[in-house]
């Protein structure tokens, strides 16, 4: 077998062969798009004590609820990303089948859809409040409750920040969902992982073109394109897939591209520095698993450089959770990479 091809299943001691992609789950097919649609949850307040005028969160819905509303999973966005990039990943046969469930894919705060500062008519660019983790679930909950009413849901899950939400929804609200499933996500961010994102925020900062937030083209594309290489992947990853010739053409392209809204990074990667979901226990990782009722399970990648595993595999220790580790040399896009296992472990996970 090649060692770059395998994962471990704990609980069950499995280990089997992968195949390799450097997709992501939003690129493994093309399926149908559901409309877009807003939650109006008027002027939100957030854990600050500052509010979202408003505040409008976007969503999809995949599948029909079935008689007795059992079915519903929720399915947050991963950083920057939104609720039409997760369509790839619902459907038959991927990660979340909507033939089988009820898919509510939610746009997190700021991330160019949901309220945003790019998008913000009266809190525009850095006069958008700082945001957190818990403001991105405590909005969903609204959506949940208020608008869709739903006061429960089969499962909660999410890939990245996606799976950093997961970890904050089965804290914060225990009784709400029967299932978790955090995929490469963390319930706190280690130090390494908040060097790089000290880092990429620097970088937005310091460039010429920021301007207080006040920029007419987006900071840092090529420092962007620089981090994304290093931490998305592995060495030897990239190096499979890059040659010393190309590498200068391929990141300077980066100057032409528009991708999200540099503020809407800022807000989004400070709520991640922010994310504990042991702060309203005193900062005891034991207590705050304690809280959750759900029945979990931690997805990781062991060569993860944009999400360090330990957090997630230490609180999986501690809910006696099911865990899948991957240890392929995709990284933090390993979920993507070794897809049709990890869809067929998800599948196995939500029928029990």
């Keep these: 077998m090649d060692p770059r091809c395998r994962r471990v299943v704990t609980r069950n001691s499995i280990r089997l062969p992968v195949g390799l992609s450097v997709l992501l789950f939003c690129l493994t097919s093309i399926a149908p798009a559901q409309t877009l649609q807003f939650a109006q949850l008027g002027d939100f307040k957030l854990e600050s004590g500052e509010v979202i005028h408003d505040c409008r969160i976007g969503y999809r819905t995949f599948g029909t609820l079935n008689s007795n509303q059992s079915n519903a999973v929720l399915f947050p966005t991963w950083a920057l990303g939104t609720t039409e990039q997760l369509i790839g990943s619902i459907g038959s046969n991927k990660l979340v089948d909507s033939t089988k469930y009820y898919v509510i894919a939610v746009d997190a705060l700021a991330n160019g859809v949901s309220p945003s500062p790019s998008t913000s008519q009266s809190q525009p660019r850095m006069k958008f409040p700082k945001i957190t983790i818990r403001d991105m679930v405590n909005t969903q909950h609204e959506l949940l409750t208020k608008t869709l009413h739903l006061n429960h849901v089969m499962a909660v899950m999410g890939i990245s920040m996606g799976g950093m939400q997961t970890f904050q929804w089965i804290v914060s609200y225990p009784d709400f969902m029967d299932k978790a499933i955090p995929i490469v996500g963390s319930p706190q961010p280690t130090p390494y992982d908040l060097v790089f994102i000290r880092a990429q925020l ?40 890059m040659t010393r010739k190309r590498l200068a053409g391929e990141l300077d392209k980066a100057k032409n591209t528009s991708g999200f809204d540099s503020n809407d990074k800022i807000r989004q990667l400070q709520a991640i520095t922010a994310l504990d979901v042991s702060a309203p226990f005193g ?66 996970f939500l029928a029990l």
């Design 202 to 241: 620097r970088a937005i900062t310091t460039d010429p073109d920021w301007n207080n937030g006040n920029y007419t083209n987006n900071p840092a594309r090529v420092a962007e394109a620089e981090f994304l290489a290093l931490i998305l992947t592995t060495p030897d990853e990239y190096n499979r897939h």
């Design 283 to 348: 900062g005891d990782m034991e207590r705050a698993a304690a809280a959750v009722k759900a029945k979990v399970l931690v997805i990781s990648a062991t060569r993860d450089h944009a999400v360090n595993p330990t957090p997630a595999l230490d609180f999986a220790h501690l809910l006696r959770a099911q865990t899948l580790v991957l240890e392929g040399d995709c990284g933090h896009l390993s979920p993507g990479c070794e897809a049709q296992e990890v869809n067929q472990l998800v599948a196995d």
